[in-house]
């Protein structure tokens, strides 16, 4: 909500945005404390420089350092004590909530509100262990190499432990402070373009994305690059949903109802007993006010009022698989909102998913995907004689056939039935 001045109004949203980072902070000696406990030693032994914290937010604070070793300087993130604790408390009442919700309103119940705290937990215990967190940034920075326009600090292995994670720094204006963004000389809208494309490559292209990227973990580096920050909630979604994700905002930018609302159907997001035309109609009365207008011009939370009216006449249920995804979706165009309020995301969207639906949606994706099917059947032929084997003996059991001639060998038949099974599929494959 702090990225959504548009949804919650400016008072309320500036008031929110201290929490991503303007917190109050905890003392810097039990900073001290628990890094010497976690890493064996005193902290002037590792670092030669350590800063009083520089950001503070809910789970963590951010202190300036300089190693010992190397004379690098680096970030240091410290957890909050007994912010495990804190937080269990916190997520008993979320869970109490819910029930009570389920089992006062049961027509709240396709909006599974228990399942929501469940995944919110399920994330968020995550940012507990910044060894995890670690992981993440290395295998985010891994992933965009060779993307333009973005850096990803890259973390201090042999510094690091579950309570502190010891990374490069990054120096950058936050993308917050858009005046200052402006008096150095960048371009807003082309930062707001990119971000909003950097997500949406991420998403579709590697599955793997930044899943809190409010202004308080992004920054504007010197040479317009964005640098990300705090990779303690990352998003995960599978081919199969990347591709259903694709085609949906491929028939909103194209005002393809219908191909919109099959797609929704296919993937079970819409019950089968609702009308599809009907679900076609509801969608374009979404999407026609929002195609060619700029951000301006859109009053998100006049839109997501409607989108609510629509999943719940069409019992949509929450797919918490998608959650992360969508919240991550609403952040990021309110940043790029923020940046140039006069945004096209439709325009801005169109060469990134059209370029993965070229990817993964056409002849070269058939191909690829039947070579992938002809690679698993072929680590799993060692085992096919026995599968087959196995069921023809019980389908021998059940029936109790004649005994077969005595030339004949059950396990010659297996081999050549999966023999020509794979050949087939090659064929397939190739042609």
């Known amino acids: 909500l702090s990225t959504r001045p548009d949804v919650v109004g400016v008072e309320l949203a500036d008031q929110l945005s201290y929490l991503q980072d303007k917190l109050p902070p905890f003392p810097t000696d039990t900073a001290k404390q ?48 007994n912010i495990g604790a804190a937080f269990a408390r916190d997520i008993d009442a ?3 909530g819910a029930n009570m919700i389920e089992a006062l309103s049961p027509a709240t119940r396709r909006l599974r509100p228990k399942d929501v705290v469940q995944h919110f937990e399920d994330t968020v215990n995550g940012e507990l262990d910044l060894r995890l967190e670690a992981s993440s940034a290395s295998l985010f920075a891994e992933n965009t190499r060779n993307d333009q ?32 963004i402006r008096a150095a000389g960048h371009d807003t809208t082309v930062l707001a373009e990119r971000i909003l494309q950097l997500f949406l490559a991420h998403a579709l292209r590697d599955g793997f994305f930044h899943g809190d990227m409010h ?43 219908d191909a919109l609302a099959r797609v929704h159907f296919e993937a079970g997001y819409v019950p089968r007993d609702r009308d599809p035309a009907a679900f076609a ?35 949509m249920q929450t797919r918490t698989e998608l959650i992360l995804l969508q919240r991550t979706m609403v952040v990021v165009e309110g940043v790029a909102r923020s940046l140039d309020p006069n945004l096209n995301i439709w325009k801005a ?22 070579q992938r099917i002809a690679h698993t059947l072929a680590r799993a032929m060692p085992l096919m004689p026995g599968l087959i084997e196995d069921a023809i003996w019980r389908a021998r059991q059940q029936a109790e056939p004649a005994p077969p001639p005595k030339w004949f060998s059950w396990r010659s038949a297996a081999i050549g039935a999966g023999a020509a099974a794979f050949v087939a599929l090659l064929v397939a494959a190739v042609s």
Do not use: C
């Open 215 to 257: 202004q308080g973990n992004l920054k504007v580096a010197a040479n317009g690059d964005v640098i990300a920050y705090d990779f303690g909630i990352m998003g995960e979604i599978d081919e199969y949903t990347r591709r259903v994700y694709a085609e949906i905002l491929m028939g909103f930018i194209r005002r393809d109802y």
């Open 349 to 370: 969207a169109r060469p990134v998913v059209e370029d993965y639906i070229k990817a993964n949606l056409g002849p070269r994706a058939f191909l690829k995907d039947s």
């Open 281 to 315: 109609r509801a969608l374009r009365a979404v999407g026609e006010p929002i195609f060619g207008a700029d951000a301006s011009q859109i009053s998100m939370a006049n839109l997501l009022g409607y989108l609510f009216e629509v999943t719940e006449r069409f019992g």
């Open 94 to 96: 979320f869970h109490f």
């Open 34 to 81: 628990m890094i010497q406990t976690d890493l064996g030693r005193p902290v002037d032994q590792v670092f030669v420089e350590f800063s009083d914290p520089v950001a503070a937010a809910s789970i963590a604070q951010v202190h300036r350092a300089r190693r010992a070793d190397t004379g690098q300087e680096v970030a240091v993130k410290v957890l909050r004590p």
């Open 149 to 180: 326009g973005i850096q990803v600090p890259m973390p201090h292995w042999g510094l690091s432990s579950r309570r502190v994670l010891t990374s490069d720094w990054a120096e950058g204006i936050s993308l917050g402070d858009v005046a200052a």
